[in-house]
């Protein structure tokens, strides 16, 4: 079964305003990380988060992670049409597995 | 650097027949993985490779066979193809777990 499971499943918002997703896992994990794909593409990786790491942020990109109750969640501030994507949550597990969640698909209407 | 590639980009093959799917990366990486992407269902590991000559199981193996034999290729091969194998199939790498770099993707459509 899969480990990642994302919330919503879908997100329509206007350029400018902020996109927010969650992210919740089932077992233990070394790092947490998240990823967009645009429509036909490859995966790009954004950013990874530490277990014994609570925030983090990357330019628009701010992600949080409370392990005690497994979950956590991708802030997009600001969008941009160029935003629109699917996001994934990838959960790095000790036994060497990556595994994703079914994603979110965000949509950043002009 | 090339990154990661993958040949081919399509491939519809008929029920029963075998086919190699080719990974190759030029980044050195040791950790190698194959997952594919159905609608709905986000990305399912199907084996995975820690170093030359190490393989492991993902989540969905059944059906799929890899190898390693050296640290820049990770053929995934069907054995025999069957419909519920049509899927997008990515191929991934990484130095370790952390900041995968992802193919652009096999699409496979078993008649």
């Known amino acids: 079964s899969q480990q990642g499971e994302e919330d919503p499943q879908a997100l329509s918002i206007q350029e400018g305003e902020n996109a927010t997703m969650n992210c919740s896992y089932k077992t233990s994990i070394n790092n947490l990380q998240w990823y967009r794909q645009n429509s036909g593409r490859g995966l790009v990786h954004l950013i990874l988060i530490r277990s014994n790491e609570r925030e983090k942020h990357s330019g628009r990109l701010r992600v949080t992670l409370d392990t005690s109750k497994k979950s956590s969640s991708l802030l997009i501030t600001a969008s941009r049409a160029a935003d629109t994507a699917s996001y994934f949550c990838a959960t790095d597990r000790v036994d060497y597995k990556l595994s994703f969640g079914a994603g979110t698909t965000v949509t950043v209407r002009a | 650097n090339a990154g990661v590639t993958q040949t081919p980009k399509f491939q519809v093959l008929k029920t029963g027949q075998s086919m190699t799917l080719q990974c190759a990366q030029d980044?050195?990486?040791?950790?190698m993985s194959w997952y594919r992407q159905d609608p709905g269902m986000g990305l399912r590991l199907i084996h995975y490779s820690v170093g030359a000559g190490i393989t492991d199981q993902g989540e969905v193996p059944n059906g799929y066979n890899v190898s390693r034999s050296t640290t820049e290729d990770f053929p995934l091969r069907l054995l025999s193809a069957a419909p519920s194998q049509t899927s997008v199939y990515f191929c991934a790498s990484g130095q370790n777990q952390e900041t995968q770099y992802f193919g652009p993707g096999t699409r496979l459509l078993v008649l």
């Open positions: 980044m050195n990486h040791e950790y």
